[in-house]
C-alpha cells in the first residue's frame, strides 16, 4: 500500500526550476546498513522518489539550492541542502515519533495521531532484537496491560498471553483473537517472527470491538511483511544457541535415602539394605542423567522484491531444536509466500500462502521429571549388563522413559489468502478476501516393553490424525473524505462468514509386532476403548461497521458496531450487539497549551468505552446430547446423556470496557509516555456451574455471573542519549492489575479443582487450604484453653510432663481441649494448622483464602544502545506478587508413598523425639491429616530476570560492497540469563492450562539458560 | 454511487436472512434427545448405558465398598491406609456416589422416553422398562446401605430452570416407598427370559428383593421371595469340582443369578484387577490373616487355592476371577490391568441359600439353618458341621457368616453382612487395635456409613455430611 502509493507520488516528479540537475544518494539507517524504502522529496514540491533495496535513490532535475526531505517510518525526518552537490549521503536516526505511523486498526489502517484507544505497536525492529523462536517470545515485556508467560524449555512450547487481565473463567476464552493479514485465528503457532512487520495490540474496548464477539480478551493484529521496490534482495540468517538447566535442585540422595528408610521404619532392617543388590546401591544424579545441553539452530532465508506493478515477500525458516531433557526435540519449517499485484491503478490483488510443518516430540513430564525426583536416587538405571533398568519399585526410570516413550506429533497446517482491492471512486474503496485453513496434525504415541510396568511386558501406544479446514469471507468497504481540509471522515463497513470443521480419530493397541513400527497396524490387540473419532463444525456470520470524525487531529470521535452470529448459542440467541464509541482530544493544539510547546511536543488525552463479546466454549454447550462408543454393555454400544448439561438459553458473554489515556511526547519527542485506566467488566459470564452429581450431570454451561478487572498501564519511551556515534533507547512498561468476582449462580462459591476457591469478592486463583502454624513439639502441646489458644505443657529438670500447662506465662487450671484430625488426637509431630472455627477438629470449615496466583504487579524493562556499529539490546522483565502452589514437592513430601522419597530438607528436619522444635511433620506414612492443602507449599512467584540480551555488531557497508555484500552482522544472544527469586522450584514463570487453576507448579519442563551466536547477510 | 450502496444493502439483506441457516449446526458425533428414542434399538441402546452405569459404579467400588474395610483385606504399601484404619475422609475413593446417581439419571430418562417410542410390543417395553427399574432400585439399594439417606431422583433432570437441588430423603422411605415397590413391580413385569445372566430377569429381581428383607429384618418377606426365586427353577448349585467356573465363566453355570458382563476391548481392564492382582500394578489390598490362614492351612477346602494366590507370600493377589493359567514354575499368571475381564458376580444361588440359613436361624430354626449351610460347606470340600459345632444361635449365625465370608471373599458381600447382622464393631474393633494400638474403633454409630465426598457436597448445598465424618 505504501509502496503503491510511493510509486505514484514518484510518477509526479514535474520540472519546475530552472537551475536543475539530478542528484544520487545513499541512505543508511542508524547500524550503518542500507536503508530501503526512505521517501526521499524535494521541499515544497511534491517531487520525490523512493530508495531502493541498497539504500540508493535518484532524483532528476533538483535545483541547486533545493532541500531534500528524508522520511521513513519510526525515523526522525531529516533536511539535507543540496548546495549544488550531485551527490547525497545520509545516515537517518530513529525517532520516537511514531505518530504519523500507520498502524492496522482492524478491515483498514488509521494514522497512529488518529487513534481513540489504547493500541500498542511493536515494530519489525524490536522484534528481531529478540531472536524469537515465537510470537511469545516477539512479545514478552513489549506492552504494558500484556502478561506474556513464556514456557520457553520445552521445544515447540508455546506459553500465554493475557491482555488486561482474566476476563471469563475458560481458559481458552481468555485468549487474545488474532488478526493475522486480516485473517481470523484463535492462535497465531504458526507464525514466523521473521516474517511479521508490524504486531499492534488493541487493549481496550472500543479499539477491539470491531472483531466484536472474539475481542474480549483484547485483539494481536500481526501484519506480514511485503516487497519493496528495487533490485530483488536476499536476506540470510543463522543462528546457533546452546541452553542448559538454569539451575539444578537438591534431590535427596542415597545416604538420605537411607536415613529416610530408617526414619519411617525404625525398628525394622530396613527397606534396601541388602548391600549386594546392584538394584538399591547406586547413587544417581537424575538431573544430570535426563538432561542434555540443549542446542537451537535456526536458519532463516527471505527473498523480496518490487516491480512497479507487482511486490513479492517469500521466506522459509527451519528451526532445530534439542531441548534439554535428552530425546526431546522439534524440527519446524515455515515458509511464506506473500504477493501483490495491481491490474491498474484501481484495482489490485495478492495472495499469501503459508505452509508450516513441524515434527516433535515430546516427553511426558510425570515420567520422567518427575520421577526424577521421586525415584530414590539408590535405585539403579543400568543394569549391570549396561542395558538400561525399566520399572521397578512402581517407580519409572526416568532416562528409560525418556528414552523409550515416543510422543511425536507432525503437524501440517498452511492457509491460502486471496484478496483484491478496489478503488472505486476517490473516496471509496472495497476489499474482499478469503481464506482457507488447514491443519493435520499427526500424532503417535509409542511405550516401549523397557518401561512396561507389567508383567510379562508389553508395549502399547497409539495413532491419531486430525483433520481441521477452516474457511473465512471478508468484504468491506473504506469510505474517506477530508472537507475543506480540516474535517476527516472515515467510514467502514462489511461483512464476513466463516465457517471451522474437524474430524479426528485416535486408535489405541498394545502388543506391537516391533518396536520399530508405531503405525496401527503394528497392533498385536487393538483396543476398542481407546479407539475413538471426534468431529465439530463451528460457523459464525458478522457484519460490522465503524465511522470516525477527526477535526484538525484535534478533535477526534470514532465509534464502531458490530452484528454476530455463532452457531455454539441457543437457538433464540444466536446474534449478539457489540458496540464501542470512543474520542481523542489532541490538547497540545490547543492556544492556550502554547506556553508548554517547548516540552510538550504532542499530547492526547483518549476516553472510550465499549462492548465486546467472548464466545469461545464448546461446539455443542447449547445442546443436550448423547454419547456412545465408551458405554458398552454385553455386546450393545450403550448411549447416554453426556456428563454437561447443555443449556439452550446459552448466548453471549460480553464484556464492557471503559478506558482513559493519555498519550504524551515530550522534549521533541525524545520521550513518550503512554498511560491508561480501565475498568472491565464482564458480565453474562459463560461458566460451568457444578450441577449436584445426584441429577446424574457434572455441569452445565451458564450465562451468569462478573467479574471485574480495574488496571493501570503506564509506559515510556526515552531516548536517553543521542549522538552521531551512542545513541540509547529505553523502554519500560509496568501495570497494575486487580480482579474482583462481582457476581456467580446463586451467589454460590464452588471449589475449583481441590485447591481453588472461586466465590463473589474474590478472584481467580485465590488458593483455599489451611494456614500451616508449625509442628506439636510434644504430645503435650496438643492442649487448648476454652478459646482455642494453645497451651504450653511444663516438664520438669527429667523432662517429664508435670501436668500442668500455661499460657502467656501464667499456670493454666481451666479445662483443657485437645485437637483431633481425621479422627485422630492429634500428637507430638502433628502439624499445627490455625483453627478458625475453634473447636476441636481440624476439617474443611477451617479452610481459608490462603493467597492468589495472580502477580500484583509486572513490568518490563527493555533497552537499546548503539556505540558505532555495536548494538547491545537487553531485556528486564519483572512479575511481582501472586504465589505458586509447590506442587512438585507436596508431592515428594506427603510420605504415603515408600518410594517417593521426600526433599533432604524434610529428611533432615521432620520432627523425630518428644521436645523437637521443627516445620516439618512427623515421617509416619499414614499421616494424610498432616498433608492438607496448605500455606506451606504456598510460595511467592515475584521474579526479576533478565530475560534477553543481544550484542550485534554491523559491518560497515563499505567495506562489504567490495565482496558485493549489502550488509552484514554478527551477533552473540543470550536469554534467561540471571533470575532474581525466592521460588525454590525451577522456574516462577509458567502457564497455567486451566484459568480456573492458576498457578500450581507440578514439576514443568524447566527454563533453559541459552546463549549463542548469529550471523546476518543481506545480498 | 447510489446503485453501489443499494446493491450493498440488498446483498447484506439477502445475507442475513440466509445467516440464521448458516449458524444451525448440529453436533457431528453426537446426537442431540429429539433425533433419539425413536424405535426399539434406540430404547437397547439406552439400556446398554443404564448397565454401563453399573459397570461404572462397581469397577473399582466393587472392593471399595464390599470388602476394602473389613476383615477380608488389610492395605498394602500402595494403598490407602485409612480402608485398614477406619479413617474414610471425604475425598477418599469410593466416597463418591455419582456414578450411582449417573446410572439413576440414565434409567429415569429411559422410564420416561421408553414408553413414547413406537411399534415396540407391550411385551418387549415392560422387559426394558423393568430392567432399568431394578438397575435404579438396586442403585437405591446400594446407596442406603453405604451412606444412609440419600436425595431421591425418580425423574430425570431435563430444565435448568427447576432447581437441581434435593436435601436427602430418609433410607427407610427409600427402601419402603421406592425400592421394594418397584422390585415388586418389575417382578410382575418381567418375562420369563432367562437367557443370559448379565441381564436383570425374575431371578435377579426376586434375589434382590430377598436381599433388601434380609437387610431389613424382615425374614418372613425374605423368605417368601427366597421361595418365589427357588420356584423359578432354574438355579442349581454349581458343583464342587467346577466352582471356579462362577468366576470364570458365570454365563455357562445354573448357579448364577446375575453377574456384570466384562470384556476389556470396549470397557478397558477390570478397575479392581488393579487393586487385588494383575501383573503391572502392585496390589492395594493385602489378603487379611484370618482368611489367608485358613486357606493356607485347612487345604480340604477347595475354595482357598482357587480363590487367593497362595505362592505369594506377600498375600497381595487374589486371582480368583483369573482362569487357571500358570508359568512354567507353576505359579499364576496374570493379565495386564488394563486387560483384564472380571465378570463381577452380583447374584449367586449360594447366596440365596446362605441367606435362607441366616433367616432360618433368626426365626429359631438352627437344624435347618445348619442343613443349608452344611450345603455350601460340603460342596467346598470340608466335612460337614455338627449340631454340636453351634450351641449358641450366635455360634451359629458367626458360623453362616464365616462361611459367606469364605464363600463370597472379595465377592462385595462381607462389609454387607456384618453391616446387615450388626457384627461390624464385634469383628473390626479388635483387629483395628491389633494394626493401630491406639485405633479408636467404632466408637461412633456414623463410622458405618461413609462420609459424603467433598465434591458431592460442593455440588449441592442441601447435602450435609454424615457425622462424626467432617471432612
Known amino acids: 500500500m505504501l509502496v503503491l502509493l510511493l510509486l505514484l507520488c514518484s510518477g509526479n516528479i514535474n520540472p519546475v526550476f530552472a537551475q536543475t540537475g539530478p542528484v544520487t544518494g545513499q541512505v ?23 530508495t531502493n533495496q541498497e539504500g540508493r535513490f535518484s532524483l532528476l532535475n533538483v535545483a541547486t539550492d533545493a532541500v531534500l526531505v528524508f522520511s521513513a517510518i519510526g525515523h526522525l525526518p531529516l533536511e539535507k541542502n543540496v548546495n549544488g552537490a550531485k551527490t547525497v549521503n545520509v545516515q537517518l536516526q530513529s525517532s520516537n515519533k511514531q505518530l504519523d505511523e500507520v498502524v492496522s486498526v482492524g478491515y483498514g489502517n488509521a494514522r497512529k495521531r488518529d487513534l481513540t484507544g489504547a493500541i500498542t505497536s511493536i515494530n519489525q525492529e524490536a522484534i528481531e532484537k529478540r531472536q524469537p523462536v515465537n510470537l511469545i517470545d516477539a512479545l514478552q515485556s513489549q506492552a504494558a496491560g500484556v502478561l506474556v508467560m513464556n514456557d520457553a524449555g520445552e521445544p515447540g512450547a508455546e506459553g500465554s498471553i493475557r491482555i488486561r487481565g482474566f476476563s471469563t473463567f475458560s481458559t481458552a476464552g481468555n485468549n487474545p483473537l488474532y488478526v493475522i493479514d486480516g485473517v481470523l485465528s484463535e492462535s497465531a503457532g504458526n507464525i514466523n517472527p521473521s516474517d511479521i512487520q508490524s504486531i499492534e495490540i488493541l487493549k481496550d474496548a472500543a479499539s477491539a470491538a470491531i472483531y466484536g464477539s472474539r475481542s474480549a480478551n483484547g485483539v494481536i493484529i500481526i501484519t506480514t511483511k511485503r516487497g519493496v521496490e528495487g533490485k530483488p534482495t536476499f536476506d540470510a540468517r543463522y543462528s546457533s544457541v546452546l541452553g542448559k538447566l538454569a539451575h539444578k535442585l537438591r534431590q535427596s540422595n542415597a545416604d538420605e ?17 541388602d548391600s549386594l543388590n546392584p538394584g538399591f546401591n547406586a547413587d544417581n544424579d537424575y538431573q544430570d542423567i535426563i538432561t542434555q545441553t540443549a542446542v537451537r539452530q535456526q536458519v532463516d532465508l527471505s527473498m523480496s522484491g518490487a516491480a512497479k506493478n507487482a511486490n513479492y515477500y517469500s521466506s522459509i525458516q527451519y528451526l532445530d531444536d534439542k531441548g534439554i531433557v535428552v530425546n526431546s526435540w522439534a524440527k519446524t519449517i515455515k515458509s511464506r509466500v506473500n504477493t501483490e499485484f495491481s491490474l491498474s491503478d484501481k484495482v489490485k490483488f495478492g495472495n499469501r500462502f503459508q505452509f508450516a510443518y513441524q515434527k516433535k516430540n515430546n516427553i511426558n513430564e510425570g515420567n520422567t521429571l518427575n520421577q526424577t525426583f521421586q525415584r530414590p536416587t539408590n535405585y539403579y538405571v543400568w543394569l549391570p549388563d549396561g542395558t538400561l533398568a525399566g520399572y521397578l519399585g512402581g517407580r519409572r526410570n526416568p532416562l528409560a522413559n525418556a528414552l523409550y516413550e515416543t510422543n511425536i506429533t507432525q503437524s501440517y497446517g498452511g492457509n491460502a489468502f486471496t484478496f483484491m482491492e478496489a478503488k472505486l471512486s476517490k473516496d471509496l474503496s472495497f476489499n474482499t478476501n478469503f481464506n482457507v485453513d488447514l491443519a493435520a496434525p499427526h500424532n503417535i504415541t509409542f511405550s516401549s516393553k523397557l518401561v512396561s510396568a507389567a508383567n510379562p511386558t508389553s508395549s502399547s501406544g497409539s495413532e491419531g490424525f486430525d483433520l481441521n479446514i477452516g474457511w473465512q469471507y471478508q468484504a468491506y468497504f473504506n469510505y474517506h473524505k477530508v472537507i475543506r481540509k480540516d474535517h476527516d471522515f472515515t467510514a467502514m463497513a462489511g461483512f464476513s462468514a466463516e465457517k471451522y470443521k474437524g474430524n479426528s480419530f485416535d486408535i489405541g493397541g498394545t502388543d506391537y509386532v516391533s518396536e520399530l513400527v508405531y503405525y496401527a497396524n503394528a497392533y498385536g490387540q487393538l483396543l476398542n476403548s481407546k479407539t475413538t473419532t471426534k468431529g465439530f463444525v463451528h460457523s459464525m456470520a458478522s457484519f460490522f461497521g465503524r465511522i470516525g470524525y477527526s477535526y484538525k487531529s484535534r478533535y477526534i470521535l470514532g465509534a464502531t458496531l458490530r452484528h454476530d452470529g455463532s452457531s455454539r448459542f441457543g437457538k433464540s440467541n444466536i446474534w449478539g450487539d457489540f458496540p464501542s464509541v470512543s474520542g481523542a482530544w489532541r490538547f497540545s493544539d490547543e492556544k492556550f497549551m502554547g506556553f508548554a510547546r517547548r516540552y510538550l511536543s504532542d499530547a492526547k488525552l483518549r476516553v472510550s468505552y465499549g462492548i465486546n463479546g467472548n464466545e469461545r466454549i464448546g461446539d455443542y454447550d447449547a445442546m443436550q446430547r448423547l454419547t456412545f462408543g465408551n458405554n458398552f454393555y454385553n455386546g450393545i454400544s450403550g448411549a447416554v446423556p453426556t456428563s454437561d448439561f447443555g443449556n439452550k438459553d446459552l448466548s453471549w458473554e460480553s464484556t464492557r470496557d471503559a478506558d482513559i489515556g493519555l498519550d504524551l511526547s515530550l522534549f521533541h519527542d525524545h520521550v513518550t509516555v503512554a498511560t491508561d485506566y480501565y475498568v472491565k467488566t464482564t458480565k453474562n459470564l459463560l461458566y460451568a456451574r457444578p450441577l449436584p452429581v445426584e441429577t446424574g450431570y457434572n455441569n452445565a454451561r451458564i450465562n451468569l455471573g462478573s467479574i471485574q478487572n480495574k488496571g493501570f498501564e503506564f509506559a515510556v519511551n526515552v531516548l536517553a542519549v543521542k549522538k552521531r556515534d551512542f545513541q540509547w533507547n529505553t523502554i519500560f512498561n509496568i501495570t497494575f492489575e486487580r480482579g474482583t ?3 456467580l449462580y446463586n451467589g454460590e462459591q464452588f471449589i475449583a479443582g481441590d485447591k481453588w476457591l472461586v466465590r463473589e469478592g474474590g478472584n481467580l486463583g485465590d488458593f483455599y487450604g489451611f494456614h500451616y502454624k508449625g509442628i506439636y513439639q510434644y504430645d503435650q502441646s496438643n492442649a487448648y484453653n476454652d478459646n482455642w489458644e494453645q497451651l504450653t505443657p511444663t516438664f520438669d529438670e527429667n523432662k517429664k510432663f508435670t501436668g500442668e500447662y500455661t499460657i502467656g506465662g501464667q499456670k493454666y487450671l481451666g479445662t483443657v481441649h485437645r485437637m483431633y484430625g481425621n479422627g485422630n488426637l492429634l500428637k507430638g509431630g502433628d502439624v499445627i494448622y490455625d483453627n478458625p472455627t475453634k473447636d476441636s477438629v481440624i476439617d474443611d470449615a477451617d479452610r481459608r483464602v490462603i493467597g492468589n496466583a495472580q502477580p500484583k504487579f509486572y513490568a518490563g524493562w527493555i533497552n537499546n544502545l548503539t556505540y558505532k556499529n555495536f548494538t547491545l539490546s537487553f531485556t528486564f522483565n519483572v512479575q511481582w506478587g501472586g504465589a505458586i502452589y509447590n506442587n512438585a514437592a507436596a508431592a515428594l513430601n506427603n510420605y504415603t508413598t515408600s518410594n517417593i522419597i521426600p526433599q533432604p530438607y524434610v529428611i533432615y528436619h521432620a520432627w523425630r523425639n518428644q521436645g523437637d522444635v521443627t516445620d ?15 500455606t506451606r507449599y504456598l510460595e511467592d512467584a515475584s521474579f526479576i530476570r533478565l530475560s534477553y540480551v543481544k550484542l550485534m555488531y554491523a559491518f560497515n557497508p563499505k567495506m562489504l560492497h567490495r565482496v558485493k555484500v549489502k550488509g552484514a552482522g554478527l551477533y552473540i544472544y543470550g536469554s534467561n540469563l540471571i533470575t532474581w527469586t525466592n521460588y525454590s522450584w525451577y522456574d516462577p514463570e509458567f502457564s497455567s492450562a486451566n484459568a480456573l487453576q492458576l498457578g500450581q507448579d507440578n514439576g514443568r519442563y524447566p527454563r533453559r539458560r541459552e546463549l549463542g551466536l548469529g550471523v546476518n547477510i543481506n545480498l | 454511487m447510489k446503485k453501489v450502496f443499494f446493491s450493498i444493502g440488498a446483498v447484506a439483506a439477502l445475507l442475513f436472512s440466509g445467516c440464521n441457516k448458516f449458524l444451525d449446526e448440529k453436533p457431528q458425533n453426537q446426537l442431540t434427545p429429539d433425533q433419539f428414542w425413536q424405535t426399539e434399538d434406540d430404547i437397547i441402546h439406552g439400556l446398554a448405558g443404564v448397565y454401563d452405569g453399573v459397570q461404572a459404579s462397581l469397577n473399582t467400588n466393587y472392593v471399595y465398598w464390599g470388602d476394602a474395610r473389613t476383615d477380608n483385606f488389610n492395605v498394602s504399601q500402595y494403598g490407602n491406609k485409612q480402608y485398614a484404619l477406619n479413617g474414610l475422609s471425604a475425598t477418599i475413593s469410593g466416597s463418591d456416589w455419582a456414578p450411582l446417581y449417573v446410572t439413576i439419571g440414565r434409567a429415569n430418562m429411559l422410564l420416561k422416553k421408553a414408553p413414547g ?7 418387549n417395553e415392560a422387559q426394558y422398562m423393568a430392567q432399568a427399574l431394578v438397575i435404579r432400585a438396586w442403585c437405591y439399594f446400594t446407596l442406603v446401605r453405604l451412606w444412609g439417606d440419600a436425595p431421591l431422583w425418580l425423574e430425570p433432570y431435563e430444565d435448568l430452570h427447576k432447581s437441581p437441588y434435593k436435601a436427602r430423603t430418609s433410607a427407610d422411605s427409600i427402601l419402603t416407598a421406592v425400592v421394594i415397590p418397584d422390585l415388586q413391580k418389575s417382578f410382575d413385569m418381567l418375562s420369563a427370559d432367562h437367557s443370559t445372566v448379565f441381564n436383570i430377569n425374575k431371578g435377579s429381581t426376586a434375589a434382590m428383593l430377598a436381599d433388601v428383607y434380609m437387610w431389613r429384618h424382615d425374614y418372613d418377606n425374605a423368605l417368601k421371595w427366597m421361595d418365589k426365586l427357588t420356584a423359578l427353577k432354574w438355579y442349581t448349585l454349581e458343583p464342587g469340582g467346577t466352582w471356579k467356573n462362577l468366576f470364570v465363566s458365570p454365563s455357562g453355570s445354573l448357579e448364577s443369578i446375575w453377574s456384570l458382563s466384562w470384556d476389556y476391548l470396549v470397557d478397558g481392564g477390570a478397575g479392581i484387577s488393579g487393586l487385588i492382582g494383575c501383573n503391572d500394578n502392585n496390589s492395594d489390598f493385602l489378603v487379611e490373616d484370618t482368611v489367608w490362614s485358613h486357606f493356607l492351612l485347612d487345604t480340604t477346602d477347595i475354595r482357598g487355592k482357587q480363590t487367593v494366590d497362595l505362592k505369594q507370600a506377600a498375600k497381595d493377589k487374589v486371582l480368583k476371577y483369573y482362569a487357571l493359567k500358570l508359568d512354567k514354575d507353576g505359579k499364576q499368571v496374570y493379565p495386564k490391568s488394563s486387560e483384564t475381564n472380571i465378570q463381577y458376580p452380583m447374584y449367586r444361588y449360594t447366596d440365596i441359600i446362605l441367606l435362607r440359613a441366616e433367616a432360618m436361624n433368626a426365626k429359631g430354626d438352627a437344624p435347618a439353618a445348619l442343613t443349608l449351610l452344611n450345603q455350601i460347606h460340603t460342596r467346598a470340600g470340608m466335612k460337614a458341621f455338627a449340631a454340636a459345632n453351634f450351641p449358641t444361635k450366635e455360634a451359629l449365625l458367626n458360623g453362616i457368616l ?16 456384618l453391616r446387615r447382622n450388626g457384627k461390624v464393631k464385634e469383628v473390626m474393633d479388635p483387629l483395628l487395635k491389633f494394626r493401630q494400638v491406639d485405633n479408636p474403633g467404632y466408637n461412633n454409630d ?6 459424603v465426598n467433598r465434591d458431592n457436597l460442593n455440588a449441592n448445598p442441601l447435602l450435609k455430611q454424615n457425622p462424626p465424618y467432617s471432612e
Open chain 2, 446 to 451: 456414623g463410622l458405618l456409613l461413609w462420609p
Open chain 2, 117 to 123: 417410542v413406537k411399534n415396540v410390543t407391550a411385551v
Open chain 1, 257 to 273: 535415602v537411607r536415613l529416610f528408610r530408617k526414619l519411617q521404619n525404625p525398628g525394622g532392617t530396613g527397606v534396601d539394605v
Open chain 1, 920 to 934: 516439618v511433620p512427623r515421617v509416619d506414612k499414614s499421616t494424610a491429616w498432616n498433608h492438607r492443602i496448605s
Open chain 1, 741 to 743: 468476582i462481582k457476581q
Open chain 2, 402 to 417: 464365616r462361611e459367606r465370608q469364605l464363600e463370597f471373599f472379595c465377592e462385595f458381600k462381607r462389609w454387607f453382612d
Open chain 1, 28 to 50: 543508511l539507517t542508524p547500524d550503518q546498513q542500507p536503508f530501503p524504502g526512505v521517501t526521499v522529496r524535494i521541499k515544497g514540491s511534491s517531487a520525490g522518489a523512493t
